[in-house]
């Protein structure tokens, strides 16, 4: 099996989850007594979302760079981001190695594209929400992503941050979030939600939305469970 290195922190709550869905994946396809060889570098999602928040995103991508050199010198054979909001800066982190580096953002584009949609909601961080990483990618592929009002974006940002980034899930929280996927749905006739949060996946499941989910950390647990036993 190939050795997998994790960027993991983005936050705690998923990166345990990722961590566990690579093992449990592993452990179903080759047997209870295989695992996996990973290693995970710890960082911080409220340094990245603090510099995104100010447009700093040179030393977003310095401070990764970093995590991915130490995961590098660990001799990972593949490197992957635990989180989404991290992509904004792929392109500039993935330069700085010659290991091959997973997106996230491209595992949902092939996912999405599998499925045939053209016109997907997208929840997450206001970075992530505001951004053009996960609009570029998915629109290569033709198929166009909506997002929230303004004030549901905040609010949206907020939960992630001062909520599920703690281990915290409030049902009022969670019941704010699928109205705002109602909502984009009915203003916009969306085919499926991309769950643009690996928070998200641990609260919410295929039947939860009014519409089909993406789920983008179950997505890419499948992907690097299938590299690593290449």
């Known amino acids: 099996m190939k050795k997998l290195g994790l960027m993991g922190g983005f936050g705690q709550e998923s990166t345990i989850a ?3 869905g690579i093992v449990d994946r ?3 396809r080759l047997g209870d007594e295989c695992m996996p060889d990973i290693t995970i570098e710890s960082m911080s999602i409220f340094e990245v979302l603090d510099l995104c928040e100010h447009g700093r995103y040179a030393p977003v991508a310095d401070y990764l760079t970093d995590g991915m ?4 010198a660990a001799g990972c054979d593949i490197i992957a981001m635990a989180g989404v909001t991290p992509h904004i800066v792929f392109p500039e982190v993935e330069a700085h190695t010659n290991k091959e580096m997973v997106s996230m ?3 949902a584009c092939e996912a999405a594209a599998a499925d045939g949609y053209r016109k997907v909601g997208l929840i997450g961080t206001l970075p992530t929400m505001d951004g053009t990483f996960i609009k570029w990618a998915f629109g290569a592929k033709k198929i166009e992503i909506v997002t ?5 974006k905040l609010e949206i940002d907020r939960i992630i941050r001062e909520e599920l980034e703690q281990g915290r899930v409030k049902p009022e929280s969670r019941k704010f979030i699928q109205d705002v996927v109602k909502r984009i749905d009915e203003q916009n006739d969306i085919e499926a939600v991309l769950l643009g949060a ?3 996946s641990l609260i919410f499941g295929e039947k939860d939305f009014v519409v089909p989910t993406i789920d983008m950390m179950r997505a890419q647990i499948d992907k690097l469970s299938d590299l690593i036993i290449e």
């Open 18 to 20: 990722f961590y566990r």
């Open 26 to 28: 592993i452990k179903e």
């Open 69 to 72: 050199r130490a995961l590098d």
């Open 105 to 107: 953002v491209d595992t």
């Open 148 to 152: 929230p009002g303004e004030e549901d």
């Open 198 to 200: 690996t928070e998200f």
